[in-house]
Every structure is written in C-alpha cells, then in structure tokens.
Nanobody, 129 residues
Framework: QVQLAESGGGLVQAGGSLRLSCVAS????????MGWFRQAPGKEREFVAVIRRSGGSIYYADSVKGRFTISRDNAKNTVFLQMNSLKPEDTAVYYC??????????????????????WGRGTQVTVSS
C-alpha cells in the first residue's frame, strides 16, 4: 500500500511560480515511476510530467516543456513539480500518481492515468490573469 499527499497549491498571478510537493508513505520502495497530472473543471485528466526512480528519465507534456520541472528525492520519499511562467490555462487540480511496476516501458505509457496504481487527493492551482 502506498499513500500520496500533495501540497503547495494556491493562487498566483500569471507569470508567477509555484512549487508542488508529493510525499509518499507506506511501501515507498515500490514507487518506480512518479507522475503529475492535472484536471480542470469539465475536462479530462491531463498528463503533465513523469520521473523514474533514478531521476534520470523524465518526460513532459508539450504544454509545460520549458516551464515546469519535475524532480524526485527518494531519501525523503518526495516528488516535486516546480512550475514557472504560469498561465491561466494551467489552472487545475494537480494530482500526484505512483506506478509500482518493477519494469520500465515506453514514456508514452506513462501519459495514461490507467498506468498508475496510486493517486493523491489533489491540490488546487489557480492562475489569475
């Protein structure tokens, strides 16, 4: 069992920055890949970024490349999402997710919510214009 808890959301002006954190507890050694998703009202859940346990393999959605940075501190069982140059269209509930597979596959698979075994409850990010 793995529990995930997001924090760091809030209200910011366009062009501002936020840093989201996700702390994992339980069987944290099984979190082989950690991802961030977001969901705006009336929209489907959207992939944002994913990082493998080593931290050396990272994949971003095109919409956030160059603006967002995902990182991972395995010693602290924490994954981060640094969000810079925020835009109103970034407004959403941001979710942390964990994949427990003992193998790695193509990055495209990690863009699908069904790939992940555990989810946090989300943290709200609102960007005003």
């Amino acid at each position: 069992q793995v529990q995930l808890a997001e924090s760091g959301g809030g209200l910011v002006q366009a062009g501002g920055s936020l840093r989201l954190s996700c702390v994992a507890s339980g069987r944290t050694f099984s979190t082989n890949a950690m991802g961030w998703f977001r969901q705006a009202p009336g929209k489907e859940r959207e992939f944002v970024a994913v990082i493998r346990r080593s931290g050396g393999s990272i994949y971003y959605a095109d919409s956030v490349k160059g603006r967002f940075t995902i990182s991972r501190d395995n010693a602290k069982n924490t994954v981060f999402l640094q969000m810079n140059s925020l835009k109103p269209e970034d407004t959403a509930v941001y979710y942390c997710a964990a994949d427990t597979d003992t193998y790695y596959t193509a990055f495209a698979h990690y863009t699908l919510p069904s790939k992940y075994d555990y989810w946090g409850r989300g943290t709200q990010v609102t960007v005003s214009s």
